[in-house]
């Protein structure tokens, strides 16, 4: 089963407009970690935005924002005053197991593209 | 200032010629994770160590092997490279403790022909 799902494949956005990137995940373990992660043309991932299963409040990393809604199951990425430079592959993850051999596991992504 | 580093960047092998990746971390972390990414889609996590523990994901195919011979280092060998590998392959470290994020290398691209 689909642990962590990513339903739009592309998304278009105005630059310096807001985009939303929708990301649900399903789990019964009651301590969870949820990652952004962005993934540029060259390959490699990086890290963006955390967010804790206890967190009580949405995390915030400069434009990045995660809109978590736990009762839902859904933790969307919110990129504000998009650039250019932000077009790229974006993809969620969730850290699953126990302190010592957590797995990062990955959804399938969405590219997003920032038109001028 | 690179701090997980795989090396090459790029890899052209033939079809059955064993070939091996290489990751190297700076950070001290104690995981270490291979996963391969292939064209369009999610990266999927291959194995991973914790210090020395190895840990092999069910699905991962016996074509698939690891060494990690200290901290610093890992490998990924691939005994017999079938056109079906050809991928992104990442390794990635964390220190394995709760609200850490994964770091990852840039990646070696694996083209098999």
């Known amino acids: 089963a689909q642990k962590i799902t990513q339903t739009q494949p592309g998304m278009f956005v105005q630059e310096k407009e807001a985009v939303t990137l929708d990301c649900t995940y399903d789990t019964s373990d009651p301590s969870y970690g949820l990652f952004w992660y962005k993934q540029p043309s060259s390959g490699e991932m990086i890290f963006l935005i955390y967010q804790g299963s206890y967190d009580q409040q949405n995390a915030t990393e400069g434009r990045y924002s995660l809109n978590f809604q736990k009762a839902r199951k859904s933790a969307n990425l919110v990129i504000s005053a998009s650039q250019l430079g932000d077009s790229a592959m974006y993809f969620c993850a969730m850290r699953e197991g126990i302190s010592g051999t957590y797995k990062y596991i990955f959804g399938t992504g969405t590219r997003l593209k920032v038109l001028a | 200032d690179a701090m997980v580093i795989q090396n090459p960047r790029y890899q052209v092998t033939q079809f059955g010629k064993p070939v091996t990746l290489s990751c190297s971390q700076t950070?001290?972390?104690?995981?270490m994770y291979w996963y391969q990414q292939k064209s369009s889609q999610a990266p999927k996590l291959l194995f991973h160590y914790y210090d020395k523990d190895f840990n092999n994901e069910a699905d991962t195919p016996d074509n698939f092997q690891s060494r990690r011979p200290n901290t610093s280092f890992c490998f990924l060998d691939i005994r017999s490279p079938g056109l079906g590998d050809t991928a992104m392959y990442l390794c990635?470290?964390?220190?394995?403790?709760?609200?850490?994020?994964?770091?990852f290398g840039q990646g070696t691209r694996l083209t098999v022909v």
């Open positions: 950070l001290n972390h104690n995981v």
């Open positions: 990635a470290t964390s220190t394995g403790q709760t609200d850490t994020e994964a770091f």
